[in-house]
C-alpha cells in the first residue's frame, strides 16, 4: 500500500511539473515589437538549463543611410558592439514564475538606450505580451504581439 501511495505521489508531481513547463512554454515564438517606429521581431527560445532568451530576428533597417550594416553601438559592452541589430540578444535567463503567473529573473536591454533593467513579462491575451523593464520600480511597459 505503502509503494502504490509513493508511486501515485510521484505520478502526480510528475503532471503537475509537465503542466507547468506547457504553461511557462507558452512564451516560445515569435512576436511582433516596434521602438519610436521602427519594427522589429523578436524570438522567444527555451535554452539547454530550461530558461528563456528573446532575441531580435528581424529589423525593418538592417543598412545605415551609407548602406553600412546597422550594429549594437550602445552596447556597453563593448565586444558587443559590432553585433547586427538583428541578432542582438535581449533577454537571456528568462525563468517561468509559477506562483504570479509569469516570467521573470532576468535583465533585459533596450540596444536604443544601451541599458540593462530588471524584466518581466506576463500574457494578456494568448497573443499578447506585456514586457516590463524597470528599475527600482520605475519602469515602461511594451507590448510584443505573438505571429
Same mark, same amino acid.
Given at each position: 500500500m505503502k509503494k502504490i501511495i509513493l508511486t501515485l505521489v510521484a505520478v502526480f508531481a510528475a503532471i503537475s @511539473? &509537465?503542466?507547468q513547463n506547457d504553461k511557462? =512554454? +507558452?512564451?516560445l515564438g515569435i512576436y511582433k515589437a516596434g521602438y519610436d517606429q521602427e519594427a522589429y521581431k523578436v524570438q522567444i527560445v527555451k535554452s539547454p538549463d530550461g530558461s528563456y532568451k528573446? #532575441?531580435?530576428?528581424?529589423v525593418s533597417e538592417t543598412r545605415d543611410a551609407n548602406g553600412k550594416i546597422m550594429? =549594437?553601438?550602445? +552596447? *556597453? =559592452?563593448? #565586444? &558587443?558592439? +559590432? $553585433? *547586427? &541589430?538583428?541578432? $542582438? $540578444? @535581449?533577454i #537571456?535567463? @528568462?525563468?517561468?514564475n509559477n506562483a504570479k503567473k509569469r516570467w521573470d529573473g532576468a535583465k533585459i536591454y533596450d540596444p536604443v538606450r544601451g541599458i540593462k533593467v530588471s524584466a518581466t513579462l506576463s500574457f494578456d491575451s494568448p497573443k499578447i505580451l506585456k514586457v516590463r523593464g524597470s528599475v527600482l520600480g520605475i519602469g515602461e511597459t511594451v507590448v510584443w504581439t505573438k505571429e
Open positions: @511539473l &509537465l503542466a511557462a =512554454d +507558452n512564451i528573446a #532575441s531580435i530576428c528581424w550594429t =549594437d553601438i550602445k +552596447n *556597453p =559592452d563593448k #565586444s &558587443l558592439r +559590432n $553585433v *547586427p &541589430l538583428d541578432k $542582438v $540578444v @535581449l #537571456s535567463g @528568462l525563468k517561468y
